[in-house]
């Protein structure tokens, strides 16, 4: 059974930095595209961020661009995703999502596994 | 971006009633070459992940129960229940993966 696990979260002052990460296991980790989607609290979901299978194709929300930085290492089967200049409207429960393609379909932002999920709230 | 908008925000159902939530894009997401249409539903319950229950629109996921159904083309779909279980309480969001980035719709919440 696939699993996805994130960690890292937190709370963090306005301008502040976190370092996430979704260790991934039972199944191929480096063949598929992750992703970042966050959830305000009692809010929708908004996606954040996907990476490809080698991590040298990324592609960012404009509400992030500049200020998350997502990256992979299959070696570890672990997806990252670093927040930096935080801001208040970034507090959210951050969910690690699975497409659910390789190969061809791998660029299909379809989810099939997600991981619980991981807060950070960004307050004084 | 694509606009995603769910109709309506919340239902309440009977138990054994047909529940039908609507998701309208704001443009088309039907690859006409693929003959597939860009649209995803998951199912939220509270304090969990979302769960993937169709994608094509109307591709059923492994393991979700048949009473789950999707239909629909080009800019207007329909996620129906087909007989409403205690167990299907959840909030369910409609997500198009036509082009990036994927964006949701605002979510339905169903009640009993």
């Known amino acids: 059974e696939v699993r996805l696990v994130e960690s890292g979260g937190g709370l963090v002052q306005p301008g502040g930095s976190l370092r996430l990460s979704c260790a991934a296991s039972?199944?191929?980790?480096?063949?598929?595209?992750m992703h970042w989607v966050r959830q305000a609290p009692g809010k929708g979901l908004v996606w954040v961020s996907r990476?490809?299978?080698?991590?040298?194709?990324?592609v960012y929300a404009d509400s992030v661009r500049g200020r998350f930085t997502i990256s992979r290492d299959n070696a570890k089967n672990t997806l990252y995703l670093e927040l930096n200049h935080l801001r208040a409207e970034d507090t959210a429960l951050y969910f690690c999502a699975k497409g659910k393609y390789s190969g061809d379909w791998a660029n299909s932002p379809i989810f099939d596994n997600w991981g619980q999920g991981i807060p950070v709230t960004v307050s004084s | 971006d694509i606009v995603m908008t769910q109709s309506p925000d919340s239902l309440a159902v009977s138990l054994g009633e047909r529940a039908t939530i609507n998701c309208k894009s704001s443009q088309s997401v039907l690859y006409s070459s693929r003959n597939k249409n860009y649209l995803a539903w998951y199912q939220q319950k509270p304090g969990q992940p979302p769960k993937l229950l169709i994608y094509w629109a109307s591709t059923r996921e492994s393991g979700v129960p048949d009473r789950f159904s999707g239909s629909g083309s080009g800019t207007d779909f329909a996620l129906t229940i087909r007989s409403l279980q205690a167990e299907d309480v959840a909030v369910y969001y409609c997500q198009q993966t036509y082009n990036t980035p994927p964006t949701f719709g605002q979510g339905t919440r169903v009640e009993i």
């Open positions: 990476i490809d299978t080698d991590g040298r194709s990324t």
């Open positions: 039972e199944f191929s980790f480096s063949s598929y595209w």
